[in-house]
């Protein structure tokens, strides 16, 4: 196992906030993971954990088998062989990209030969010279990775690495910094609130809520049996379906239970399974799709559909398979 952490704590302010709570999670090596969380749910402090930025309240963390925290243990940073790329890539300004890169490495003599393969890696060759200033923000992020890759690190953690560009370049990063890291064969966290990103990238996602792990699945796993609404309302807009809807539909209803539907898997004449009468209200283009606003009884949907219906009075439904169905909250989500 690359990783292996064991229930482990972290909090801040005197326990009033509990950013890491009973966490416990395998990594192997070879793969690449994401960390996926709301703002605010621990994932930026679990990474720190790992490299060593920070020490644990308890629990532990394995390197490769091997201790490198504890309540009683600390092996710094440095020695843990765990690279980091950062939200902001944070290269040194008045460093050439060179210097930028070479800078975990300094003291070894084969440096100007890695700085080479780095940057030939990320396909930035010729460019050594030049400062940071000087380039793109999609080429310093990837600096930034080469720079966290040279010293040859066992495992790279690279927290929300794509936050700061827009969705073109977002995409166009995310592949090739892929590409890289496959390249390499170093086992990669990449850390993210978004489940597009966790998704094109990572071979198995651990969501995260409130410093705790609610799931780790592979992306298809994910989709198909997402534990909570939480887990599922990363990848969908999600439409609560209570009692009085579902009976109009026709389905038997269990109290205990909290029912939602993706808006996308709405249909409208002519299916079957589950259906009901509905007015359509209105509808507005939203890229590829319509969003539908369709009223049924006293309830309004808002559905997404590939088409839009053409008389306003239509039928309604949807297969059972689509339900996504839950245990029922204590308290109001
Ligand atoms: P994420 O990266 O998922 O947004 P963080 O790990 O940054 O989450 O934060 C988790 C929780 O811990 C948040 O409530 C945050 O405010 C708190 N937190 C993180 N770092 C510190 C710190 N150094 N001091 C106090 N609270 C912190
Ligand atoms: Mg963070």
Redesign the pocket.
Known sequence: MLLTINHLYKS??REK?Q?VYDTSLQLEAGKTYAFL??????????ARLIAGLERPDRGEIYLNERLISSESYHLPAEKRAIGFVFQHYALFPHLTIAKNIEYGISARPDKRKVVEDMLSLISLEGYGKRYPHEISGGQQQRIALARALAPKPRLILL?EPFSNLDSNLRQELRTEVFTILQKTGVGAIF?T?NSEDAMAISDEIAV?KD?RLVQKATPEELYEHPVSPYVAGFFDTLIEMPPSLLSSFGYQVNQHKLYLIRNHDFHFNGFKEFSTDATVISSSRVGRNYLIDVKVGEHVLQVSSEEKPDQSEISISWRERDLLVFPKPDQPV
Do not use: M, Q, R, Y
């Open positions: 801040f302010n906030v950013a969380g709301e703002s605010g749910s621990g994932k930026t402090t679990l927290d850390i609130h995260f410093g």
